[in-house]
């Protein structure tokens, strides 16, 4: 966050609790003086109106406890003559008067706890895990830094080892390749010649200066359209921060910088000069420095710390060469040349016999052809590249799943590809019997990939030589690592891509748009399913065989390596008599997995690796050691438990069932265990209770404070066991019953229509110029047979509306359940505060379920739901302190 907001947040604060103490001991003062008034009082009629006295001296609110003064009042003074309102209910009302002085303190109490924690944050903010740990973790950082230098050294071996690469060996393939694509009807240019065309126009608007001609005699670079404006800058900066190019410092920086509009003024006047020579680029400040970075799967990654100013106009570059090669290739899938088809598809005379004997309205309507082609082209065909230049790029390694720009986020296309493969898993062994998979990735895709073919590759797409000469220098550029101290000597990167930085996001797919292209021409009609690197494919035998050969060949002649580590085969089959099937020698052995899961053969479905999920809780363990305030360890806990372990699980999906949920539920109740099994507390509440009371002396802290959110005064500690709970009754029991049920509707449809054929009442609508006459002339056409049972559904990926509901519906994620809102609870909510923002969230499952497990016990305690003094909370520094990403001890 920015440090000027930090500090003006963290003075508020400071003021907020300073109030709060004063506040806390001034009633306190109070509230002995009535209970001392009480306690001298002569009789019970008189203890309950000094107590009266005491709430109407000191204005405290008597609603939180149910109660009205006046009527206590007209009550008390009836008590005088009225026996029947008899010493005991006297009694009564003293308690609930005594007990509501106490949620008063009990509300300061707990807003000066929450106060506290904050200000143990800031003491010891998120960025603590960014430094090597005190020697109290001397075996944390042995670990770590012994990662980290491993990590280094093979990104070392790729990114300065420069990797020659036969660049006619790829203009020869690419030519081949795409050279073959056929010029639709409709248009004078084939499909290439297209692409080739749009890249000459990118940030180059030769049209506009015809009068000009001195400009391309000297074949400078020109970006008279693609200018800076304030608002594109805040676009870009906001781009890089997305991208988490920068910590620390210059992230706040950053960060300030939107909101000074005089600042963002000059800066565009100086962008727009840089536009205007391009040509005379070169990296600032050089050497780069760079510096590694653990990520939450483990991983470490090279980060230039470039200037802000630099990364700005880069990333507007980048964005702008990314949109360009995303229309192109959008459009070139759209041209002809990119065909898709089912493994048993129909023939032209098949679609000739469903017309002679359904009708052209049963033509390919709503079929999972159709379905998975739509899929293909929103989710996962260039997805790592932004639709238009005013949208946030992804970030490949996001794993939140809140979206940005009405976009799918990293995190939900991978669970969608999670979901779309075992969705086919299911239909392809029900269809074929069989189901078989291929999974790979580039081995260090970024730090390898070749200058070479990067350069071959667009080239040959027609990128002009002016900007292949700036991509030069942008790829080749001097680094050195900051922890190897002033003295270090510069390398210059001579292989590989920088991380974070949009333009290298558009390297790395015009080199992938080949492969797509190469594995469906050479498939004839399959496509190859991928995130980044991550390379999913699948279908019968044949066809997997022949992509694992595309996909071999493209990888040798690009001088790409695959990664074996995480490239198997797996091969799933209907008969139980053959659950032991081989995977084919010509394809690689080795697991399918995905996240924590591995695709069980055997059981053909999705099974959570135990001995991995042990390593991370090793891990987890660790990264929890290293927090230093109980804000932090509960951002680490939310992060690593309810998003990184969740994530990788699979999220709740009709394809997995109840069966899937179990398992993860079991899961996460072994996590717990293991986590805290020398910790002396059994799970993650009883664990922080036991270091409140230890670091603030709290004691009897109830559970509803961990779980509540931030604006009620709670933790807002994540519990993932709810978010399953909401899932479970509405997941199906049986994952392939929907199946089973299509195949019924096709066989009572099958029935139906064959009934009215052999009625004659589709005759008339039928039968037109050019149906296929029966093969025996001397039958009539109102003898002819309908066709069989297995000619209509032969074809069901293609002809099927049945099968397409029942794809979606395994494709769908499950509702969740919302738990029934008691009458004590919803009159909670209605004493709420209407200017909270968690009101929002409120009504939504997964808090509708917190508040009604905790709400009995707070609201008897706090009289309500608000945990603090809402307007002594500091919950505007807690959101900003939110709102940085966990940094990850390393």
Known sequence: ????????????????????????????????????????????????????????????????????????????????????????????????????????????????????????????????????????????????????????????????????????????????????????????????????DSMKKVMDFKSDLKDKKEDYETDRIVTSHERFTIDKLKICIKGVLKADLFVGKKREALVDLQSRTTVLSEMVDVLNMDLDSLDEWQWEPSPVPMQMRRQLNGKYRAFMDEEIHQAILLHFIGTTWAVALKDAFIKFYHSGAWTQSPYRSISKKGKERREYFLGDSRLETNSVRNMRRAMYQENYFMTQLPDSASLTPRDYNDETDSGVDDTKTPLAIKQSMLRLITAEMLLNTKIYGEFNILQSDFKWFGPSLPHDTIFAVLKFFGVPGKWLRFFQRFLSSPVVFVQDGPDAQPQIRKCGIPMSHVLSDAFGEAVMFCLDFAMNKRTKGANIYRFHDDLWFWGQESVVVDGWNALKEFSTIMGMELNEEKTGATKIVDDPKKKNAKVPTSLPSGKIRWGFLYLDSVEGRWIIDREQVDTHIAELRLQLGACRSVFAWVQAWNSYVSRFFSTNFGQPANCFGRKHLDMVIETFEHIQLKLFSDTGSGNVTDYLRGMLKERFGAEHVPDGFFYFPVELGGLELRNPFVTLYTSYKLSPRNVTKRIDQAFEEETDEYDRLKKQWNKGELASQQRRSRVIRPQDASESESDEPFMTFEEFTRYQEETSTHLSKAFSFLLAVPGEETVEETADVKKAFSTLPTTLTWHAEAKKPYWAWIVQLYAGHLVERFGGLQLGEKSLLPVGLVDVLKSERVRWMG
Not at 8 to 28: F, G, M
Not at 50 to 64: A, S, V
Not at 91 to 105: F, M, N, R, V
Not at 113 to 133: M, Q, R, S, Y
Request: proline share 3%; net charge positive.
């Open 1 to 196: 966050m920015a440090a000027a907001v930090l500090s003006t947040l963290h003075h508020v604060t400071e003021r907020k609790l300073s109030k709060l103490a004063d506040q806390r001991e001034k009633y306190e003062s109070e509230k002995k003086s009535i209970l001392d008034a009480v306690a001298a009082a002569p009789h019970q009629r008189s203890k309950v109106c000094k107590l009266l006295d005491g709430y109407d001296d000191y204005n405290i609110d008597m609603r939180q406890i149910g109660l009205s003064a006046k009527n206590l009042d007209r009550f008390i003074r009836q008590s005088h003559y009225d026996p029947s309102v008899s010493p005991h209910m006297l009694k009564d009302w003293q308690a609930k008067l005594e007990h509501g002085l106490d949620i008063q303190s009990l509300k300061y109490e707990y807003a000066s706890l929450f106060g506290n924690l904050v200000t143990e944050w800031i003491k010891n903010p998120n960025d603590a895990l960014l430094t090597t740990p005190d020697s109290g973790s001397s075996t944390f950082s042995h670990v770590g830094r012994e990662e980290m230098h491993e990590q280094r050294k093979q990104w070392e071996s790729y990114a300065f080892t420069e990797k020659k690469v036969d660049q006619s060996k790829i203009e020869k393939y690419l030519d081949e390749l795409f050279g073959s694509t056929l010029q639709s009807k409709k248009v004078k240019k084939t499909p290439l010649k297209e692409l080739r």
